[in-house]
């Protein structure tokens, strides 16, 4: 069996990266990390849970992206560049298969970003996995979520829904073909942090969220810290192929309400528009105008017609009772 440090050492330590931001790396009592000039830092920190984020016996590799990417899609969302990140670990044993695997799966995305492990803890204890990650961004460039302003247009990235269809399909719930599995179950496990968005979008929008907890709870958060309202045109919300195969009122609920999509909802005014198809254009990815911002509080949904949609927003709340 394997010491804790043995396990930090083989699985967890790496030499820093030549004209990274890590300075110091695992082993010492900190890390030591230099922020670009005239840049601050952006911190984040975001836990898994076993049997509450992920199913008991989820496929490490996997695993190890996904802590990863829902931190790193933090930084996106406030227009941040990634510079490091530490990782606290609780494991029920020391599993050099499973260690392995859920390495290559965060390192892989660690690489993909030209980010450093910077350090982290471990202890024994049921499957956790905490990331605490920095990333840095010129102060008046950071995308808070109170800049929305009436007039503004929402956007949104990529497409919505397709982690709550995987979900669903893989609790026994609906049931797709395995084509269709495949590429959902894709953005359920490995879904992509939008980071180059996040920066070509800065000086653009006037505020951003990532969409983890379901489109209509993560607007709400922008739309309350802005003092604005907000219309959604629910015939306008991106929607991938499989989805758009089911009911109607399904792909309404799982693009509005659905959690885990990780893509980045943002506001900008209307005179930005051809520059935020650029900064589309520029992250290699699609954006969707679904709405605009009111003055006058409340968030509504219409259809095709203009007529108001009755869908309530109940996005995932860990501590809401039954
Ligand atoms: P301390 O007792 O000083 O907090 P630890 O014994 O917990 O130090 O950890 C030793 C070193 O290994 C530290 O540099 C810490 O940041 C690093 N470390 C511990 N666990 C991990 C991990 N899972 N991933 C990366 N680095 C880790
Ligand atoms: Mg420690």
Known sequence: MLSEFE?????FTRAPRSGGA???????????????????????TDMLVEGRHFFAGAEPEALGHKALAVNLSDLAAMGARP???????????????????FSRGLFALADLHQMDLIGGDTTRGPLNLCITIFGSVPESAALRRTGAKAGDEIWVS?????????LEALQGKLTLTAYQLSIAAQRLHRPTPRIALGLAL????????????????????????????????????PLGAALRTQSKTMQNEFALNGG????????????????????????????????????????HITDASGQPLAISSHSFDHFARP
């Open 7 to 11: 396990l930090i050492s083989r699985f």
């Open 202 to 237: 800065r000086g653009i929008a006037s505020a951003a969220i990532d969409v983890s907890d379901g489109l209509l709870g993560d607007l709400g958060h922008v739309l309350d810290a802005s003092g604005t309202g907000a219309v959604i045109q629910a015939d306008a919300l």
């Open 83 to 101: 510079l490091g990140f530490s990782l606290a670990l609780a494991l029920p044993a020391a599993n050099e298969d499973w260690l392995e695997k």
């Open 158 to 166: 990529g497409t919505l829904g397709d982690a709550r269809l995987a």
């Open 22 to 44: 890590l300075r110091l790396g695992v082993g010492d009592d900190c890390a030591l990390l230099a922020a670009p000039a005239a840049e601050i830092l952006a911190v984040s």
């Open 260 to 299: 885990d999509d990780y893509e980045l909802c943002f506001t900008a005014p209307v005179h930005q528009h051809a520059a935020v198809l650029a900064a589309g254009l520029t992250a290699d990815v699609a954006l969707t105008c679904i709405g605009h911002i009111r003055a006058e509080a409340g968030l």
